[in-house]
């Protein structure tokens, strides 16, 4: 084993959970949203290196990146608030930077649908996020810990027993590792939901959250190794040393948190 690698990892994955707890766990719910807007910054200046990499003969202008870091803090302020004015000026803004996009000498059209893709691909989870924080702390805590206890068990389990290749988007996953990492996800879910006693959620609630966390992540993780392959690159980032860059490690999250607030928001606030 390369102890100076396992180290740098460990450390890094010390701090990047800490920062995780601090955000979720801090009473004053403003600490979520200042995490939320971290994620995206991070997350929106990595996509755009992927975009630039994929569509290398597009013309990105310098301001449209800046642009949506903006748009993407005004959504993030627009779920938080549930404030349909900001809702409208988001709306006649990115208008506005749709027509500055298209009729600019060099027309950007690809630059500013993958704009309009980031938002949605990262941004709009990350309202989520916030809105679930809001309604409890336990929720997205438990879908936090559920994706990395995924994603961990899995590495584990492919390690010692995976022979078959789960995807050809991402060879280093098994299928065993794949059913092995949601097997004890599930485990875990149970037993979350054992101790976890909050009004309007039950056991089966947990493990339902728990299921959507395993094939939303799994799902989330395939689809930012696909965006990797395309723009040829291994990592999106080197923001955290040894594990990549945000993308990396929000993938999963990302896909995963317009399932759980879907199912949180219509079955269970408002069951």
Same mark, same amino acid.
């Given at each position: 084993?390369?102890?100076?690698?396992?180290?740098?990892?460990?450390?890094?994955?010390? +701090?990047?959970? =800490?920062?995780?707890?601090?955000? !979720?766990?801090?009473?004053?719910?403003?600490?979520?949203? @200042?995490?939320? #807007?971290?994620? *995206?910054? !991070?997350?929106?200046? %990595?996509?755009?290196?992927?975009?630039?990499?994929?569509? $290398?003969?597009?013309?990105? $202008?310098?301001?449209?990146? &800046?642009?949506? *870091?903006?748009?993407?803090?005004?959504?993030?302020?627009?779920?938080?608030?549930?404030?349909?004015?900001?809702?409208?000026?988001?709306?006649?803004?990115?208008?506005?930077?749709?027509?500055?996009?298209?009729?600019?000498?060099?027309?950007?059209?690809?630059?500013? /649908?993958?704009?309009?893709?980031?938002?949605?691909?990262?941004?709009?989870? #990350?309202?989520?996020?916030?809105?679930?924080?809001?309604?409890?702390?336990? /929720?997205?805590?438990?879908?936090?810990?559920? @994706?990395?206890?995924?994603?961990?068990?899995?590495?584990?389990?492919?390690?010692?027993?995976?022979?078959?290749?789960?995807?050809?988007?991402?060879?280093?996953?098994?299928?065993?590792?794949?059913?092995?990492?949601?097997?004890?996800?599930?485990?875990?879910?149970?037993?979350?939901? &054992?101790?976890?006693?909050? %009004?309007?959620?039950?056991?089966?609630?947990?493990?339902?959250?728990? #299921?959507? =966390?395993?094939?939303?992540?799994?799902?989330?993780? #395939?689809?930012?190794?696909?965006?990797?392959?395309?723009?040829?690159?291994?990592?999106?980032?080197?923001?955290?040393?040894?594990?990549?860059? =945000?993308?990396?490690?929000?993938?999963?999250?990302?896909?995963?948190?317009?399932?759980?607030?879907?199912? +949180?928001?219509?079955?269970?606030?408002?069951?």
């Amino acid at each position: 084993m390369n102890w100076k690698v396992f180290f740098t990892r460990l450390g890094s994955a010390v +701090v990047f959970a =800490a920062v995780m707890m601090l955000g !979720l766990l801090y009473p004053n719910a403003f600490a979520i949203f @200042i995490l939320a #807007l971290l994620i *995206q910054f !991070l997350c929106l200046k %990595e996509f755009f290196k992927l975009m630039r990499h994929i569509f $290398p003969d597009a013309y990105f $202008p310098h301001w449209l990146e &800046y642009s949506f *870091q903006l748009a993407g803090v005004w959504l993030l302020t627009t779920l938080s608030t549930l404030a349909p004015l900001l809702l409208c000026v988001l709306i006649f803004g990115s208008f506005i930077l749709l027509l500055m996009a298209a009729l600019a000498r060099k027309t950007a059209f690809i630059a500013v /649908i993958c704009g309009f893709t980031a938002l949605i691909y990262i941004s709009l989870p #990350l309202g989520f996020l916030v809105i679930l924080r809001n309604i409890h702390f336990a /929720i997205p805590l438990a879908v936090v810990l559920m @994706i990395w206890m995924n994603d961990t068990m899995a590495y584990i389990v492919g390690s010692f027993i995976g022979k078959h290749s789960f995807s050809p988007i991402s060879p280093k996953k098994t299928w065993e590792g794949t059913i092995g990492g949601a097997f004890l996800t599930l485990i875990g879910a149970g037993i979350w939901g &054992y101790y976890c006693r909050l %009004e309007n959620f039950d056991m089966a609630d947990w493990l339902i959250m728990a #299921l959507l =966390a395993v094939l939303a992540g799994t799902a989330g993780d #395939l689809l930012e190794s696909k965006l990797k392959r395309l723009a040829g690159v291994k990592d999106s980032g080197h923001i955290m040393p040894g594990h990549g860059g =945000a993308l990396d490690r929000f993938d999963s999250l990302l896909i995963t948190l317009p399932f759980v607030f879907c199912y +949180v928001y219509f079955f269970m606030t408002n069951g």
